[in-house]
């Protein structure tokens, strides 16, 4: 078998090797999007009734805390691992 030969079966066995990762990926998006859909229709994809604003809180005062919480958590984790 000559090179070329090597060549040839080489690039046809990543054309190949390509190709059914492509259709692979294809029927994959072709299922999610369907799936998708279908939570939609059934209505599956509502929260159970409470609002998404109420888990997370906002205001510059709770922003405030967040960012003290973490230096704090930063700093002790700077003086453990010296």
């Known amino acids: 078998m000559t090179i ?30 369907f799936i998708g859909k279908l939570i939609r229709a059934v209505g599956a994809d509502k929260d159970s009734g409470t609002p998404a604003k109420a888990a997370v809180p906002s205001g510059s005062a709770n922003n405030g805390a967040v960012t003290a919480a973490i230096s704090a958590a930063v700093g002790e984790y700077r003086k453990k691992n010296q």
């Open 4 to 33: 070329a030969d090597m060549l040839g079966q080489s690039g046809v066995l990543t054309l190949l090797g390509m190709g059914i990762v492509f259709g692979f990926l294809f029927i994959l998006i072709i299922c999610v999007t």
